[in-house]
């Protein structure tokens, strides 16, 4: 079966399974373009960054699967695409993931992401309230096949986040990793 007929079956799965979850999932912090709200963290320079954490974004797996870090650690994630779709790193918590899943419909829904590519144009319409689709999170890297992109991030206190692709159908069918934010070492 080809992607392009593949990736409507899988976005079709992926509403309706996870339809309770976006609906009960309430609002996040950030949002697309937006840098402040993280309760978990911020964005850094790479210069702050204290180790570097390669990641590789398969057709629904992440490799590595899980990642841990320090609170008060500054990451610097390089990811790369070597899937045949889409996909995308998005650091958060379960809600968040849930609310900007229904972000990524809208983009598929007016022709901005599809299967295997990007269109960066149609990214940039409005989608109400001035807000766009050009998904310019800093917690977040959004990678056509091949390519990489880097998030440097500080995560300021302990606790469990995801790593996930937000992609329709994609995190319901396993595309997420755990981040795990141990106590600062005294």
């Known amino acids: 079966m080809s992607s392009r007929v593949l990736f409507p079956l899988v976005v079709a799965a992926g509403t309706f399974i996870g339809a309770a979850s976006v609906f009960a999932a309430g609002s996040h912090s950030g949002g697309h373009g937006s840098t402040t709200g993280f309760e978990f963290g911020q964005p850094a320079a790479a210069a702050k960054a204290t180790r570097t954490v390669n990641v590789v974004m398969k057709d629904n797996l992440y490799q590595p699967e899980t990642i841990s870090v320090q609170a008060g650690e500054t990451i610097r994630f390089v990811i790369t695409n070597k899937g045949e779709f889409v996909h995308e790193f998005n650091i958060g918590t379960p809600a968040m993931h849930a609310k900007h899943q229904e972000e990524m419909m809208m983009m598929v829904e007016h022709g901005a992401l599809e299967p295997d590519k990007i269109n960066r144009d149609k990214m940039k319409m409005d989608m109400g309230n001035g807000k766009t689709m050009e998904h310019n999170d800093p917690n ?27 992609v329709p159908g994609h995190y319901d069918a396993g595309m997420v990793g755990k981040l795990s934010i141990k106590p600062k070492s005294s």
């Not at 390519?147 to 469990?160: D, H, L, P, R």
């Open 140 to 166: 977040s890297a959004l990678l056509e096949p091949g390519e990489s992109a880097e998030i440097v991030w500080t995560f300021t206190k302990a606790g469990n986040l995801e790593f996930a692709c937000n």
